[in-house]
């Protein structure tokens, strides 16, 4: 039976439905006129409100104090994952249709309609999972499954529809073709699927001008998308039933670059440090309920000052700060679950003694 909701949350829950019903309608319907940005718009908004549904659920703030307005999405996913069980695979896919929503309602992109389908159909899996595991609900009660995301062409395999996608554009900047505001469309598609595998990921004019100078330069997929490899898709049941979850999985590691690297091949980078590492020490001990000592204690005992997912060092002229990502945040919360603080703490303060 499904867990009856608080006042806020039902009313968020009950828009997020009606937003994944609309995004399935576009998805379906034989009108092209604006049928990609009506599926792009209407399913990131039905997974902002389903989360800010399940925040509300939980009794935590959906309002940014200091902003006065609501939590923005990258917020929700964040505090959903950390806090209320929203799986890496759940958020992944939340975030490329995002990304997709952010490119179609601001600029231009072009879904190739595999692509497309894959994305939709991974969203209503996560939507669904989620749905049930804050609400006790699923979409079955909702929404009868003859109306979800349907296709007459079978779905492919993502690393095949990847690189047929990296193939057209190639051949839509080749010579003569004046198709280049197509081929950066397209482009912009890609760039925004990387968010299945990494947080920051923002598409800017800057990164589509690397990806098509590396492209011209006829360079090969995996240097120019190597965070797309570490993409992986499973597949279950079929026909109205058929599922769809990305994960990550394993690959050859990521070389990360800045934008006025020299090479200018790789289209991996990161956007916003500052962004990812937006935590200074003082903000990592409060998040995970530490004095500031006992935090360098912790943080010197998972060797994380060292870890380039979990922080990063900002120089301004001569001076140096410390910013941590939310992966340090989760690496200490877990370790102290099964760690004794004050065995760490007496290493710690032994360090130089042995």
Same mark, same amino acid.
């Given at each position: 039976?499904?867990?009856?909701?608080?006042?806020?949350?039902?009313?968020?829950?009950?828009?997020?439905?009606? /937003?994944?019903?609309?995004?399935?309608?576009?998805?379906?319907?034989?009108?092209?006129?604006?049928?990609?940005?009506? +599926?792009?718009?209407?399913?990131?908004?039905?997974?902002?409100?389903?989360?800010?549904?399940?925040? /509300?659920?939980?009794?935590?703030?959906?309002?940014?104090?200091?902003?006065?307005?609501?939590?923005?999405?990258?917020?929700?996913?964040?505090?959903?994952?950390?806090?209320?069980?929203?799986?890496?695979?759940?958020?992944?896919?939340?975030?490329?249709?995002?990304?997709?929503?952010?490119?179609?309602?601001?600029?231009?992109?072009?879904?190739?309609?595999?692509?497309?389908?894959?994305?939709?159909?991974?969203?209503?899996?996560?939507?669904?999972?989620?749905? *049930?595991?804050?609400?006790?609900?699923?979409?079955?009660?909702?929404?009868?499954? !003859?109306?979800?995301?349907?296709?007459?062409?079978?779905?492919?395999?993502?690393?095949?529809?990847?690189?047929?996608?990296?193939?057209?554009?190639?051949?839509?900047?080749?010579?003569?073709?004046?198709?280049?505001? #197509?081929? *950066?469309?397209?482009?912009?598609?890609?760039?925004?699927?990387?968010?299945?595998?990494?947080?920051?990921?923002?598409?800017? #004019?800057?990164?589509?001008?690397?990806?098509?100078?590396?492209?011209?330069?006829?360079?090969?997929?995996?240097?120019?998308?190597?965070?797309? !490899?570490?993409?992986? =898709?499973?597949?279950?049941?079929?026909?109205?039933?058929?599922?769809?979850?990305?994960?990550?999985?394993?690959?050859?590691?990521?070389?990360?670059?800045?934008?006025?690297?020299?090479?200018?091949?790789?289209?991996?980078? #990161? +956007?916003?440090?500052?962004?990812?590492?937006?935590? /200074?020490?003082?903000?990592?001990?409060?998040?995970?309920?530490?004095?500031?000592?006992?935090?360098?204690? =912790?943080?010197?005992?998972?060797?994380?000052?060292?870890?380039?997912?979990?922080?990063?060092?900002?120089?301004?002229?001569?001076?140096?700060?410390?910013?941590? /990502?939310?992966?340090?945040? *989760? *690496?200490?919360?877990? #370790?102290?679950?099964?760690?004794? =603080?004050?065995?760490?703490?007496?290493?710690?303060?032994? !360090?130089?003694?042995?």
């Amino acid at each position: 039976m499904a867990i009856r909701p608080v006042r806020d949350a039902r009313t968020l829950k009950t828009k997020a439905i009606h /937003s994944l019903k609309a995004g399935i309608t576009a998805f379906n319907g034989y009108h092209e006129d604006g049928r990609q940005t009506a +599926v792009l718009l209407n399913l990131q908004h039905a997974c902002e409100m389903l989360l800010k549904a399940a925040l /509300s659920q939980k009794r935590e703030m959906v309002f940014d104090k200091k902003a006065n307005r609501s939590l923005t999405f990258e917020a929700c996913v964040r505090l959903c994952s950390e806090k209320f069980g929203l799986t890496g695979s759940q958020a992944g896919v939340m975030r490329v249709v995002d990304r997709l929503r952010d490119s179609e309602q601001h600029w231009i992109v072009t879904v190739e309609e595999g692509i497309l389908y894959l994305n939709v159909r991974a969203l209503v899996t996560a939507f669904d999972e989620y749905l *049930r595991h804050v609400f006790e609900d699923d979409l079955a009660s909702h929404i009868p499954p !003859r109306v979800l995301p349907v296709s007459t062409r079978p779905p492919g395999d993502f690393d095949v529809l990847v690189d047929a996608e990296y193939t057209a554009i190639n051949q839509l900047l080749g010579p003569g073709m004046r198709r280049r505001d #197509e081929a *950066r469309a397209r482009i912009r598609s890609l760039l925004a699927m990387e968010a299945v595998v990494t947080e920051n990921v923002e598409v800017s #004019e800057k990164d589509v001008d690397r990806v098509e100078k590396a492209i011209r330069a006829n360079a090969n997929i995996d240097v120019v998308f190597p965070r797309l !490899r570490t993409i992986g =898709m499973s597949t279950e049941g079929e026909g109205t039933t058929f599922t769809v979850k990305f994960s990550k999985k394993e690959g050859a590691p990521v070389r990360f670059i800045g934008g006025d690297d020299p090479e200018g091949a790789a289209a991996v980078r #990161e +956007v916003d440090l500052q962004k990812k590492f937006h935590m /200074s020490k003082t903000t990592l001990a409060k998040k995970v309920k530490l004095k500031p000592n006992k935090c360098h204690a =912790m943080r010197w005992h998972l060797g994380l000052d060292e870890d380039r997912d979990c922080c990063h060092i900002f120089k301004f002229g001569k001076s140096e700060h410390y910013g941590f /990502s939310d992966n340090a945040t *989760r *690496r200490i919360q877990e #370790e102290l679950a099964v760690a004794d =603080m004050e065995k760490v703490w007496a290493r710690y303060q032994r !360090r130089y003694k042995d």
